[in-house]
């Protein structure tokens, strides 16, 4: 067990649709960052926030955005959503501002299926 | 440009046999690098890091690695593998950025383990 926790663990939706994905970071940690994985592309990093901030964005479309609340859990919102948007999100977190030397830690996942 | 290379999608080995997933990087200073393990419906999990001192690094469920700066490599080996081996590999490299840091990942490479 990561100790870190995503709901849901499946989400089935319909194209257009706008769907939530939350994530709760190991107690202590105040980073998270948001990956999408799937078959065609791998596992892409999506974007980080420490501690409340938007700290490093990768390859996040401008129909997704996300947030880190106050009590460090963060949200991801994926709207109009497409065929393609179909893919397992995880969630990730580490104790400090993160990246090239601490270890993530990841989540199980949510895997979003587009109908 | 940063990058990391897993150049074997799709390894078969035999359980009880060796085992070696190679990595290579690319990076301008001294690297922080990463083995992640993905078992199938799970997220990843950590098993081990380099930061710096012994190049070779031993991680959990007895893998270890070693970092090879001549040849920019940090590749995965276990003596003897077990069937609950069979798994997705990733590799990843810490990288800065000024303030953008981040891990650079692999594609992976998928693990079978035959009986």
């Known amino acids: 067990d990561s100790g870190v926790t995503q709901t849901p663990k499946h989400l089935i939706t319909a194209t257009g649709q706008r769907v939530t994905l939350r994530c709760s970071p190991r107690?202590?940690?105040?980073?998270v960052y948001w990956y999408q994985q799937s078959l065609d592309q791998g596992l892409q990093f999506l974007i980080h926030y420490y501690n409340g901030e938007e700290r490093a964005k990768g390859n996040i479309l401008e129909r997704f955005s996300a947030q880190q609340f106050p009590d460090l859990h963060s949200e991801l919102n994926l709207s109009s959503l497409e065929l393609g948007d179909s893919a397992l999100y995880f969630c990730?977190?580490?104790?400090?501002?993160?990246?090239?030397?601490?270890?993530?830690?990841f989540g199980d996942g949510t895997r979003l299926s587009i109908l | 440009a940063q990058s990391v290379t897993q150049p074997d999608i799709h390894i078969t080995v035999s359980e009880g046999a060796s085992l070696e997933l190679r990595c290579n990087y690319s990076?301008?200073?001294?690297?922080?690098l990463f083995w992640y393990v993905q078992s199938p419906g799970q997220g990843l999990q950590l098993l081990l890091k380099y930061f710096s001192g012994d190049t070779l690094v031993q991680g959990i469920k007895g893998f270890e690695a070693e970092f090879k700066r001549s040849q920019s490599s940090f590749n995965l080996r276990k003596p003897s593998v077990h069937w609950s081996d069979a798994a997705e590999y990733f590799c990843a490299v810490g990288a800065d950025a000024g303030n953008n840091r981040k891990l650079i990942w692999g594609l992976g490479t998928s693990l079978a383990v035959n009986p």
């Open positions: 990730a977190s580490s104790v400090g501002l993160g990246g090239s030397d601490q270890p993530q830690h």
């Open positions: 990076y301008g200073a001294t690297p922080y």
């Open positions: 107690s202590g940690d105040l980073s």
